[in-house]
């Protein structure tokens, strides 16, 4: 049975009293007047509860109980909405004492940068990825087989000098140039074509001065593939220099010697700061030697597997560091690994203006 719907019987009878205690209710100023009236009206034996105890003496219990319980329940959701209030009322306070000042200056946020080595070193995947390159890993200890034999330098052969490093042990060694990865690449291609780069470590017995350090980077390139020749690797040089230094860079190529390339050129880009008339940046001759290249040897193809007889090829190395500085007129390669949140961030500022 719904409560508006009960015997109304003996409604008055609780009538006067629940007036009474509702106009208490209404009236209540803090939770303590509630816990007042809870205690005194409501509560096992306060004066509305023993009001019940009458039922003793009515013929029609269950209309009184009808009557009392729809007068209880009345009470009570006075009473309990009225506790809500309170509730919310507290916590309004609360929340008001503990509200944000907003005016109050904030922290700021230190925001890191990235180092210009790492751009410089992503901006010329990119390229290279662009032009239809994959980029390749290889390890950075290595044997001696993939970092010298496999390139046609053998033991005691001169060049070695050049490229000393750490040594594991006889055989182990830190690699003093990504060339290496060529010789792997080329063994896991098994006489197909290959068109990749290597971004990666190198180390080498060098003074550490201004523009040498024991540890450098170099992205490798390579090519292997019918009919590479001299031309192939000169525009995409060109297009390279372009892309990094100037639009309108121009580059030349000056035979040089390296165990693993015929004919070996050393790479030189027109001074993009001087356009050519000669500056301190390119020390008065108008060009920047900027990496060392050349057409792989055939006998680095016929140890890997190549007919030189069908198959042609070109490699170069490019100095990453070295690119980085002259791109950002950077003078001590140092400064690439000392982790100078000044030296970053002063570089950063500089690309993003
Ligand atoms: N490996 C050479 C060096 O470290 C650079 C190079 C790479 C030259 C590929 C020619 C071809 O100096």
């Given at each position: 049975?719904?409560?508006?719907?009960?015997?109304k019987k003996y409604d008055d009878l609780f009538t006067p009293l629940e007036k009474?205690?509702?106009?208490?209710?209404?009236?209540?100023?803090?939770?303590?007047?509630?816990?007042?009236?809870?205690?005194?009206?409501?509560?096992?034996?306060?004066?509305?509860?023993?009001l019940?105890?009458?039922?003793?003496?009515?013929?029609?219990?269950?209309a009184f109980?009808?009557a009392?319980?729809?007068a209880?329940?009345?009470?009570?959701?006075?009473?309990?909405?009225?506790?809500?209030?309170?509730?919310?009322?507290?916590?309004?306070?609360?929340?008001?004492?503990?509200?944000?000042?907003?005016?109050?200056?904030?922290?700021?946020?230190?925001?890191?940068?990235?180092?210009?080595?790492?751009?410089?070193?992503?901006?010329?995947?990119?390229?290279?990825?662009?032009?239809?390159?994959?980029?390749?890993?290889?390890?950075?200890?290595?044997?001696?087989?993939?970092?010298?034999?496999?390139?046609?330098?053998?033991?005691?052969?001169?060049?070695?000098?050049?490229?000393?490093?750490?040594?594991?042990?006889?055989?182990?060694?830190?690699?003093?140039?990504?060339?290496?990865?060529?010789?792997?690449?080329?063994?896991?291609?098994?006489?197909?074509?290959?068109?990749?780069?290597?971004?990666?470590?190198?180390?080498?017995?060098?003074?550490?001065?201004?523009?040498?350090?024991?540890?450098?980077?170099?992205?490798?390139?390579?090519?292997?593939?019918?009919?590479?020749?001299?031309?192939?690797?000169?525009?995409?040089?060109?297009?390279?220099?372009?892309?990094?230094?100037?639009?309108?860079?121009?580059?030349?190529?000056?035979?040089?010697?390296?165990?693993?390339?015929?004919?070996?050129?050393?790479?030189?880009?027109?001074?993009?700061?001087?356009?050519?008339?000669?500056?301190?940046?390119?020390?008065?001759?108008?060009?920047?030697?900027?990496?060392?290249?050349?057409?792989?040897?055939?006998?680095?193809?016929?140890?890997?597997?190549?007919?030189?007889?069908?198959?042609?090829?070109?490699?170069?190395?490019?100095?990453?560091?070295?690119?980085?500085?002259?791109?950002?007129?950077?003078?001590?390669?140092?400064?690439?690994?000392?982790?100078?949140?000044?030296?970053?961030?002063?570089?950063?500022?500089?690309?993003?203006?």
């Open positions: 049975m719904e409560n508006n719907e009960h015997n009474e205690i509702l106009a208490l209710i209404i009236k209540a100023k803090v939770l303590n007047d509630l816990t007042e009236i809870k205690n005194k009206y409501l509560s096992k034996k306060g004066e509305f509860s023993i019940m105890n009458k039922i003793r003496e009515v013929d029609d219990k269950k109980g009808e009392f319980n729809f209880r329940k009345k009470l009570e959701s006075a009473f309990n909405e009225k506790v809500e209030e309170f509730k919310r009322l507290a916590l309004n306070e609360e929340l008001q004492k503990d509200s944000l000042d907003i005016t109050l200056p904030g922290n700021n946020f230190k925001s890191g940068a990235m180092n210009p080595f790492y751009k410089v070193k992503r901006e010329i995947e990119d390229i290279f990825v662009g032009m239809g390159y994959t980029v390749e890993n290889g390890p950075e200890v290595d044997s001696d087989k993939y970092v010298f034999e496999l390139l046609n330098i053998p033991k005691d052969h001169p060049a070695r000098d050049m490229q000393d490093t750490l040594y594991i042990d006889d055989n182990l060694l830190l690699r003093s140039h990504t060339s290496s990865v060529q010789a792997h690449v080329m063994e896991k291609a098994n006489g197909k074509p290959i068109k990749i780069i290597c971004p990666g470590k190198t180390f080498r017995r060098d003074d550490d001065d201004m523009t040498h350090s024991h540890q450098f980077a170099q992205v490798e390139g390579l090519v292997i593939d019918k009919d590479i020749n001299l031309g192939n690797l000169k525009a995409t040089l060109e297009l390279f220099a372009k892309k990094m230094f100037a639009k309108d860079a121009k580059i030349r190529f000056r035979s040089s010697y390296f165990p693993f390339t015929e004919p070996s050129v050393e790479v030189d880009v027109s001074c993009f700061n001087c356009k050519g008339k000669g500056c301190s940046v390119c020390k008065g001759s108008g060009w920047i030697e900027i990496l060392g290249a050349g057409m792989v040897h055939p006998n680095v193809l016929k140890m890997s597997g190549y007919d030189p007889e069908v198959y042609s090829g070109y490699a170069f190395g490019i100095g990453i560091e070295r690119v980085a500085m002259l791109r950002y007129g950077i003078d001590d390669i140092r400064r690439f690994y000392q982790s100078d949140v000044k030296f970053i961030k002063e570089f950063n500022k500089k690309v993003e203006d």
